[in-house]
């Protein structure tokens, strides 16, 4: 994993993902089995998910946000995700952080997000 620069003091820091992991499609493919129930596009697609960082060790690491930090299920999102990455083939371990820094916008939405929502 490649050193970040740091964001506020005690958030966490947001890195490349391990998209070279063998593991790293099938841990995206289980975020995008979890939908933020206001809007019908997964989360993966959505640019929820900043990083899946997973180690030598299959451990999981997923640093995330929401739309808002209003949000009402933020208390339960982070917990959807490991549920979610949990039952992967190979997967020893998962964490979920969540973070604010930096904002979410819907600039982060993929494509298909876009397209599915009407923004394209």
């Not at 593991?23 to 959505?46: G, K, M, Q």
């Not at 917990?79 to 600039?107: C, F, H, N, R, S």
Request: net charge negative.
């Amino acid at each position: 994993m490649t050193d970040a620069s740091p964001q506020m003091e005690g958030a966490p820091l947001i890195a490349p993902s391990s998209t070279d992991h063998a593991l790293y499609d099938s841990v995206v493919e289980a975020c995008r089995t979890v939908f933020d129930p206001e809007i019908p596009v997964n989360i993966y697609d959505l640019g929820l998910i900043y990083t899946i960082d997973i180690s030598d060790e299959n451990i999981v690491s997923v640093i995330m946000t929401l739309t808002a930090p209003g949000c009402p299920v933020a208390g339960d999102m982070p917990g959807w995700v490991q549920e979610a990455i949990e039952p992967v083939a190979g997967i020893q371990q998962v964490k979920v952080d969540l973070t604010w820094e930096p904002p979410w916008g819907m600039e982060m939405m993929s494509d298909e997000a876009r397209l599915e929502l009407g923004f394209m």
